[in-house]
């Protein structure tokens, strides 16, 4: 089992940033790669971004491109998701994701999540 815990949302302008953290414990953090996923009021789930094992291999949504990055530091068990230029659409529960596989997207890949935390974009 992977626990997680997601934390640094809350309330921002339009234009600006924000790091979420995601801390795990239980199994060994450098076996699983992460990601973040979001969900906005009445939509799915979607992919955000995600990170290999190593950190080494990012990938991230086309709509937040160039404006969030991912990062992880095996030693603190822990992943993060620096997000700026923040837009009201980015606005949504921001979901942390453990994955046993090498390079998951879908929502199915990933073996284990997190509660969640709101990020709320005011326009």
């Known amino acids: 089992q992977v626990q997680l815990v997601e934390s640094g949302g809350g309330l921002v302008q339009a234009g600006g940033s924000l790091r979420l953290s995601c801390a795990t414990s239980g199994r060994t953090f450098s076996n699983y790669a992460m990601g973040w996923f979001r969900q906005a009021p009445g939509k799915e789930r979607e992919f955000v971004a995600r990170?290999?094992?190593?950190?080494?291999?990012?990938r991230v949504a086309d709509s937040v491109k160039g404006r969030f990055l991912i990062s992880r530091d095996n030693a603190k068990n822990t992943v993060y998701l620096q997000m700026n230029s923040l837009k009201h659409e980015d606005t949504g529960v921001y979901y942390c994701?453990?994955?046993?596989?090498?390079?998951?997207?879908?929502?199915?890949?990933?073996?284990?999540w997190g509660q969640g935390t709101q990020v709320t974009v005011s326009s």
């Open positions: 994701a453990a994955s046993s596989l090498v390079l998951p997207v879908i929502t199915t890949e990933f073996d284990y």
């Open positions: 990170i290999s094992r190593s950190g080494t291999t990012t």
